[in-house]
């Protein structure tokens, strides 16, 4: 079996730890939890006729990209970066949280997360905006851990890069 660690990251209150509860758990809480640290899950999925455990390393929120303890990022092998679709601010900071995962660990997969997609109406991210990444070949993928929409997808597609590399 293959392991494979991968990082949720982001600044708080993105849905990071909710995220990861709804593809590990299949549950969704309406409760806040500020993650201190970092809370590691796993889950067994089959990717290309292979088993894969991913590690799933839930790191607290980083307000900026100065924030992020770059000792958990050690020996990843890709990272899920979390922006809140309400939040502006949220893609700022995923941004220079992504240069610094480069400059810290070089270029490994990871899938840009818009979450909060069942509340599309309050969103501030522009489409203008996801294109702009998805230009420069990022992965973007609209999630809700509430509804649980593009949860599954976006943790099998990092893990296919993650065999495939």
């Known amino acids: 079996m293959i392991q494979k660690k991968v990082c949720m990251l982001g600044t708080f209150a993105v849905g990071k730890t909710s995220l990861v509860r709804r593809f590990v758990e299949s549950i969704y809480s309406d409760k806040y939890h500020t993650t201190v640290g970092v809370k590691i899950d796993k889950?067994?999925?089959?990717?290309?006729?292979?088993?894969l455990m991913l590690m799933l390393w839930d790191i607290e929120g980083a307000q900026d990209e100065h924030d992020l303890r770059t000792s958990y990022l050690?020996?990843?092998?890709?990272?899920?970066?979390v922006v809140d679709g309400t939040r502006q601010d949220t893609l700022y900071t995923a941004l220079a949280i992504q240069?610094?995962?480069?400059?810290?660990?070089?270029?490994?997969?990871?899938?840009?997360?818009?979450?909060k997609a069942d509340l599309t109406d309050e969103w501030v991210i522009t489409n203008r905006e996801t294109e702009a990444?998805?230009?420069k070949k990022w992965d973007v993928i609209r999630t809700s851990a509430k509804s649980g929409m593009g949860v599954e997808d976006a943790f099998l597609k990092l893990a296919k890069k993650l065999v495939l590399t």
């Open 43 to 51: 889950k067994l999925v089959q990717v290309e006729e292979k088993e």
């Open 74 to 81: 050690r020996g990843a092998s890709g990272y899920l970066l």
């Open 99 to 115: 240069t610094r995962v480069e400059e810290t660990i070089g270029s490994v997969p990871f899938l840009l997360l818009i979450n």
């Open 133 to 135: 990444l998805e230009q």
